[in-house]
């Protein structure tokens, strides 16, 4: 089955732990990108990569780190969280000039 | 800047009561606007990608139009499934992200 997968799908941690959100996807997309969502602020990129070893920031990269070592991965780094970053976290991949395909998203809280 | 705005905020129908959603945008150089449909828990499932002014487009009870400020999602006869968050993404002349809007909720009662 086509997919996007995201682990966890709900993390709870502490201020300054360091963490990482995986995705992958099997479609072998040359696109992904990462959004957080927030209530009455939709979708908002985060990182995306146009494919291996190509990523860049997007609106809202501030405190995120990304890698793209192989096609398929995608990771998101929180180096150093904190409360501002508790949110609802989405990778997504596609083709070029595609839709994107979401996974099923991360729900985060750092308290 | 490219902007999206999506309104209303939340929507109530009953059964079979018709209704639009509405998706004002600004953007430099427009590569396509995109309807998703989002249900709780889930990630937004793709419904549509509309290219050019006057271009519509149909799924079930779905149907998307566009023109140069505003795309419209007209729900025929809904049904209480069809409850969800629906979001608007334009994509603009550097194709390398979508810009979303808030989305509208949806509820049909049945």
């Known amino acids: 089955e086509a997919q996007v997968t995201q682990n966890p799908r709900y993390l709870i941690t502490v201020t300054g732990k360091k963490l990482t959100v995986t995705c992958s996807q099997n479609m072998n997309h040359e696109y992904m990108s990462w959004y957080r969502q927030d209530p009455g602020l939709g979708l908002r990129q985060i990182y995306y990569s146009m494919n291996v070893e190509v990523t860049d920031k997007g609106d809202v990269p501030e405190g995120y780190k990304v890698s793209r070592k192989e096609k398929r991965n995608f990771p998101l780094i929180l180096e150093s969280p904190s409360p501002n970053q508790t949110s609802l976290y989405f990778c997504?991949?596609?083709?070029?000039?595609?839709?994107?395909?979401f996974g099923n998203g991360t729900r985060l809280t750092v308290t | 800047e490219d902007q999206v705005t999506q309104s209303p905020e939340a929507l109530r129908l009953q059964e079979g009561e018709s209704s639009s959603l509405n998706c004002s945008y600004t953007?430099?150089?427009?590569?396509?606007l995109f309807w998703y449909r989002q249900d709780p828990g889930k990630g937004p499932e793709f419904l549509f990608t509309l290219y050019s002014a006057g271009e519509e487009k149909e799924k079930e009870r779905l149907k998307a139009t566009l023109t140069k400020k505003e795309s419209f999602l007209h729900i025929t006869a809904p049904k209480p499934e069809d409850s969800a968050t629906y979001l608007c993404?334009?994509?603009?002349?550097?194709?390398?992200?979508?810009?979303f809007g808030a989305g509208t909720i949806l509820r049909v009662k049945s």
């Open positions: 997504a991949s596609s083709f070029s000039n595609s839709p994107l395909h």
């Open positions: 953007v430099s150089g427009l590569r396509g």
């Open positions: 993404a334009v994509q603009g002349e550097y194709g390398n992200k979508l810009v």
